[in-house]
């Protein structure tokens, strides 16, 4: 089964203004490739692509696995 292309909404994320806040359904697949989106963009990397859900509380983004257990503190993995 091939995993649901989240870029879209983490470039929203990417691309709100400081004081946005997530259309989505908290803990969400769609809300956390959100605050992934917005995460890229407050940490001065680069617009997001290839953004799909992973196991338990991870995502894939930009080539990084990310950890979005608690979306105020995401961390990479790897």
Known sequence: MAKTDLTPQAMEGFQAGADASCPYLASSDSSNAWHVGRWLCRTGRS??????????????????????TD???IE???
């Open 76 to 78: 990479r993995r790897q």
């Open 47 to 68: 617009a997001p692509r290839g953004v799909r859900a992973s196991r338990g509380c991870t995502m894939h983004a930009n080539d990084m696995l990310v950890d979005v």
């Open 71 to 73: 979306v105020r503190h």
